[in-house]
């Protein structure tokens, strides 16, 4: 029996490395003719970005908002990428992990793809999510490291690592 992926998941945060794997998994979705699952998941509880981080209390309208950029950002990646490929755009809330494995489930996704942004402190982190995530779905994960983002981060660090 050969495995065949109609459908992929990708799941974005809006990084940079998010947007090399949903460019990346468009590209494997017009070579396999299958359909593109973009998904953001909106965590609880919502911590504001910035220099600190601050737990803000959810409330309806805060989440309404959150809910709209959200929408609004995929839906502008998915215009994108609308030459060759069908491409649906989803906001879940929840934890992270468990959000996306259910949309996994329910688009049938063959394939999931993340973005990765390879910083080497927080890795135990990302490989602990990308287990769970398999663990749960059953499915394969691909991981799109985001390179001109770590190119830019190895230069920074000093010559010796930018080779």
């Known amino acids: 029996m050969k495995p065949t992926v109609d459908h992929l998941l990708v799941a974005s945060d809006f990084t940079a490395a998010s947007s090399a794997a949903i460019e990346y998994a468009a590209t494997l979705a017009r070579g396999l003719g299958a ?94 999510r990308v287990d769970r995530l398999t663990r749960l779905t059953g499915r394969p994960i691909l991981t799109v490291r985001d390179l001109a983002g770590a190119r830019a981060t190895s230069a920074a660090a000093g010559p010796e690592l930018a080779a």
Do not use: K, M, N
Not at 60 to 67: Q, S, V
Not at 76 to 101: K, M, P, Q, Y
Not at 103 to 114: C, P, R, S, W
């Open 35 to 128: 359909h593109l699952h973009l998904v953001h998941v909106l965590e609880q509880p919502f911590v504001a970005s910035g220099p600190h981080e601050l737990v803000l209390p959810d409330t309806p309208g805060r989440r309404e908002e959150r809910y709209r950029a959200a929408f609004a950002r995929l839906t502008r990646d998915a215009r994108v990428l609308a030459d060759g490929v069908i491409v649906s755009v989803e906001i879940r809330e929840g934890e992270a992990t468990h959000a996306i494995s259910q949309a996994a489930v329910d688009y049938g996704a063959g394939l999931i793809v993340l973005g990765t942004r390879g910083h080497r402190g927080l890795r135990h982190l990302f490989d602990d």
